[in-house]
């Protein structure tokens, strides 16, 4: 019996994509052997709202992935009203594949560092593994609960993860690249050209609607 593919999800604002973002989910899709989706939030839960509307963002993120097929856009927490919870997000893609597919949450490890302030993040586990995109440098503490989560679940990327739906948390060594949608956004709003650290694509789109000109949004 074949195990099926496993589905990952990269969440966030994408406000606006840059290489941070696509170089992280092209290094889990090839260490996890998984077809990557991009899933910008709607209404982000926990930081500002973006400064650019959802179809705009959209529209980047298709910039961004033309001429691939490794990651994919998926824009259901788009089209959800109210607070994009991630829990919301992955009780809905596992009544669609079933149990048995393996789903992957990609998380960068400050974020996975937080968990613990997400809603019902308890229920994360039982709906996905959680894989956690690390990097050089030293990593932030994890509170006891967490700790207690990552005792129990944690696997290695060679182990038995894929015979489950959900359950494991893996972390995965990435490039660090470090670029941020902040620091972007303030090169854009001083009147710079964040060229190299987003896709000229994508960087030829802003500049032609003058987007982030007022230096506002969301983090990521």
């Known amino acids: 019996m074949n195990t099926p593919r496993p589905l990952a999800l990269l969440g966030g604002t994408f406000d606006p994509v840059h290489f941070g973002h696509l170089r992280a989910a092209w290094e889990a899709a090839e260490q996890l052997d998984a077809e990557v989706h991009l899933l910008p939030a709607n209404v982000p839960p926990h930081r500002p709202q973006p400064a650019v509307d959802a179809a705009g963002r959209?529209?980047?993120?298709?910039?961004?992935?033309?001429?691939?097929?490794?990651?994919?856009?998926?824009?259901?927490?788009?089209?959800?009203?109210?607070?994009?919870?991630?829990?919301?997000?992955?009780?809905?893609?596992?009544?669609?594949?079933?149990?048995?597919?393996?789903?992957?949450?990609?998380?960068?490890m400050d974020a996975f560092a937080a968990l613990a302030s997400w809603n019902r993040w308890l229920q994360l586990f039982e709906l996905a593994h959680i894989a956690v995109m690390d990097r050089p440098g030293p990593a932030p503490a994890f509170p006891a609960e967490l700790q207690a989560q990552v005792a129990a679940r944690r696997a290695g990327l060679d182990g038995d993860w894929r015979g489950h739906g959900a359950g494991r948390v893996l972390f995965l060594d990435v490039t660090a690249l470090e670029i941020s949608a902040t620091a972007v956004r303030g090169q854009l709003a001083a009147g710079l050209s964040p060229r190299y650290l987003v896709p000229d694509a994508v960087l030829g789109e802003i500049q032609r609607r003058g987007w982030y000109r007022g230096g506002s949004g969301a983090g990521d």
Do not use: F, H
Request: proline letters at 6%.
């Open 58 to 108: 959209v529209e980047l993120l298709r910039l961004a992935l033309a001429g691939q097929e490794r990651l994919r856009l998926d824009t259901r927490e788009l089209q959800r009203a109210g607070p994009s919870y991630t829990v919301d997000t992955l009780y809905e893609l596992r009544a669609e594949i079933g149990p048995q597919r393996p789903l992957v949450l990609l998380l960068g």
